[in-house]
């Protein structure tokens, strides 16, 4: 049976590991010492090495070498390399989470190695143990016997709890760099006899992204077909993407604003079977490398390109604004993260490509306020005159017995909703849960304060006076104000585009996600308008609710949701739960709305 080229090839000593020196010098120097640690958290993006470097912990701790260890030669180096050695157990914690598992696990622990020195354990994605499972694993993982050894290996270190960080020695695996990459695939080809171009090389570990294992399968579909030679042209049909000349055209176009010609010729890019998707990824790197070569002289290191293909860049780059290029990498990287949840990624593509040709959506003018110069001749101008104060308005007494209701609320509400110096100051996750009473307290800490006797008696039905409008003359004599249309500026739309998108996508695909649902349960209407989709990567998700009640009714509908997103989405997740705290909702009590009321009007207000 045919072994694929990251399996065949993987490292069977430290000094095969790529990339990951620093790693491979603390563990040799640990097992030369004898010094090595009981539990270890393996931390870094997928395939980087971290099973890896555990297989070689583990046959380090077992080798039976005089010399360097592990070998990879001796017997126990090939045990554990063909899966066969009783005393390395890998457990996938995906599919094994449950606490029964880690009481197995727990029981198997007492019992002395079978065959060698030491007995390992090797925990695969272990941020997916439930919570039950992690609080039963603490007290072995912090004293497990002299001859066991834990190695923690994840994706996602911030999921696990503080209480299994704080009992592991934690390594974190760095992404490959591209030349090191580049350097361990083109001794594999050489091995088996295979010749790929240098630029075919760096296309491939451009598109693994500092993945090892990613590297290697893309290096496997090119190879697949048969052919000794592997040249530019295959790997592109393979990965979907396209040659720089595509990006040039396409840019042409769109920097001439020539519309139709451009979605023209996408349709045509795409008739020959390019993927949409790799395709916007691989155009958000070509206005990348424009932007390089405006500011870079020799680009060739940062833009990873032939000298040709940078020559014709530069050209391109030369004609074009800078404002042209950052607005098409926006534009494009929101499309990009758009479109990972999209059925109809090619629209969301040409609706861009209008934009981009339309000048629409990028982004916004710089606004310049301008200032007439003043010289010595023209006279200062006159300050504005101070605006009259509003008369007082009249105040009904009640009895000191009578409860304190507050009058008119509904125009309070209507007054504060108008006032600029409210909007301004209130708090915009607090304003939009606000009652009438939480609405008339912040009319009234912006109102003017009375004075005399009547600031320190109960008012009640206060009747508002309208104030007087100013005089023509007055208005005439200030300068206007500068008009705000609510626009960022460039900086702060940049700043903001990048965690509004990410959030904008998980509410898209909460709504689909419940779109799909409510017509299989009519309850998870609550969770859908008392919970929302905070966070999710490659193994779960993250739904914050309101309440504990919600969140009880979440958990009774997990296998629902989680089928619903795993339709969705392609992948089966995992969901977690969690409450928001009510600070973080913007809520207040009853009690103390009450107290606020009393403070600001200057009267007990009780509730009923």
């Known amino acids: 049976m045919y072994t694929a080229l990251y399996r065949a090839y993987r490292p069977e000593v430290f000094d095969q590991l ?39 912990l583990a046959k380090g701790l077992n080798c039976l070498s005089d010399g360097e260890r592990p070998c990879g030669e001796c017997a126990v180096c090939k045990a554990i390399r063909d899966g066969n050695y009783l005393d390395v157990v890998e457990i996938d914690a995906a599919s094994n989470r449950s606490i029964e598992d880690i009481r197995q696990l727990r029981e198997s622990v007492n019992y002395p190695p079978a065959e060698g020195k030491h007995k390992v354990y090797i925990i695969d994605e272990v941020h997916m143990l439930s919570a039950e499972a992690f609080n039963a694993l603490l007290k072995t993982l912090e004293e497990p016997p002299e001859y066991v050894t834990f190695i923690l290996a994840t994706t996602e270190p911030r999921k696990l709890p503080a209480t299994i960080l704080s009992r592991c020695l934690r390594l974190d695996f760095k992404r490959i760099p591209e030349p090191v990459l580049i350097d361990g695939m083109r001794r594999i080809c050489g091995e088996i006899g295979i010749q790929v171009s240098e630029p075919a090389l760096r296309i491939i570990a451009a598109n693994a992204d500092g993945s090892v294992r990613d590297g290697l399968s893309i290096l496997d579909q090119c190879i697949s077909g048969g052919e000794k030679q592997v040249d530019t042209p295959q790997v592109l049909e393979l990965l979907g993407a396209s040659g720089e000349t595509v990006f040039i055209e396409l840019t042409d176009l769109v920097s001439k604003r020539r519309t139709g010609e451009a979605i023209e010729y996408l349709g045509e890019v795409l008739a020959d079977g390019k993927d949409v998707r790799q395709l916007i ?18 680009p060739q290191p940062a833009i990873n390109l032939s000298v040709e293909n940078i020559d014709r860049v530069r050209e391109q780059s030369s004609v074009m604004q800078l404002d042209d290029i950052t607005r098409g990498i926006m534009e494009l990287s929101k499309v990009a993260d758009q479109a990972r949840w999209s059925t109809q990624p090619r629209i969301l593509l040409e609706v861009c490509i209008v934009n981009l040709c339309q000048g629409a959506g990028g982004l916004p003018p710089r606004r310049k306020t301008q200032i007439p110069a003043q010289t010595d001749d023209q006279p200062a101008p006159k300050a504005p005159a101070p605006k009259a104060p509003a008369p007082k308005a009249p105040v009904k007494r009640q009895a000191p017995a009578a409860k304190a209701k507050p009058a008119a609320p509904d125009k309070a509400v209507k ?6 110096a409210i909007d301004s100051a209130a708090d915009p996750a607090e304003s939009s849960t606000l009652s009438a009473l939480d609405a008339m307290i912040a009319a009234a800490e912006h109102a ?5 006797a009547a600031e320190t008696q109960a008012e009640t039905n206060v009747e508002q006076a309208e104030p007087e409008p100013l005089p023509d003359e007055q208005n005439a004599s200030a300068e206007p104000m500068p008009e705000h249309d609510g626009e ?11 965690d509004d998108g990410q959030e904008n996508d998980l509410a898209r695909l909460w709504d689909e996600v419940f779109a799909d649902g409510e017509h299989r349960k009519g309850s998870i209407y609550l969770i859908r308008s008392n919970g929302m989709l905070t966070d999710m990567d490659e193994g779960t998700f993250t739904i914050s609710v309101d309440t504990d009640l919600i969140r009880r009714q979440t958990e009774r509908s997990r296998k629902l949701l989680e089928d619903l997103m795993e339709e969705r989405t392609g992948q089966r997740r995992h969901m977690h739960v969690e409450v928001r705290p009510t600070q973080d909702r913007g809520e207040i009590s009853a009690e103390e709305a009450a107290a606020r009321a009393s403070e600001v009007l200057g009267t007990e207000v009780t509730l009923e």
């Open 448 to 452: 003017p304060r009375q004075s005399g």
């Open 281 to 298: 990824r691989d155009w958000v790197i070509h206005y990348r490398n424009l932007m390089m070569t405006k500011f870079i002289r020799d």
């Open 488 to 498: 960022l500026s460039p900086e702060h739309e940049a700043a903001s585009n990048v």
């Open 415 to 420: 007054d504060s909703a108008n006032d600029p």
């Open 18 to 56: 790529l990339g990951q020196e620093h790693i491979a010098r603390i563990l040799k120097n640990q097992i030369a010492s004898g010094t090595t640690s009981h539990a270890y958290l393996f931390c870094g993006t997928r395939g980087t090495g971290k099973t890896t470097t555990a297989r070689l």
